[in-house]
């Protein structure tokens, strides 16, 4: 990559990300980064990087044995509930 430090305080300036894809003539100073016009146009648009995390069902809990802290694993095992939200039982 080209790096140009005229003018720019010691700082290096990289081209943007999408300098050969869409001729972005702008410049950066974090490498492989797109410049702040290619991010406007939704160049560099991405999904939700952290999608909502779905309840698992493994548990992690402490273990000490012989002054040697582990940990163990089980399955969470959840109650059926039925429409109004009483348990097996019937909410008595």
């Known amino acids: 990559m080209a790096k140009d430090m005229s003018g720019s305080g010691g700082f290096y300036k990289y081209r943007c990300k999408y300098f050969y894809a869409k001729s972005c003539q702008n410049w950066v100073y974090v490498n492989g980064e797109a410049c ?27 273990i000490m044995r012989d002054r040697i802290l582990g940990h163990g694993y089980t399955v969470a095992r959840w109650p059926d509930v039925d429409a109004t939200g009483a348990g097996p039982s019937g909410g008595n």
């Open 36 to 62: 702040i016009t290619c991010l406007a146009e939704g160049c560099d648009a991405h999904e939700a990087e952290d999608p909502e995390p779905s309840p698992s069902p493994d548990m992690c809990y402490p």
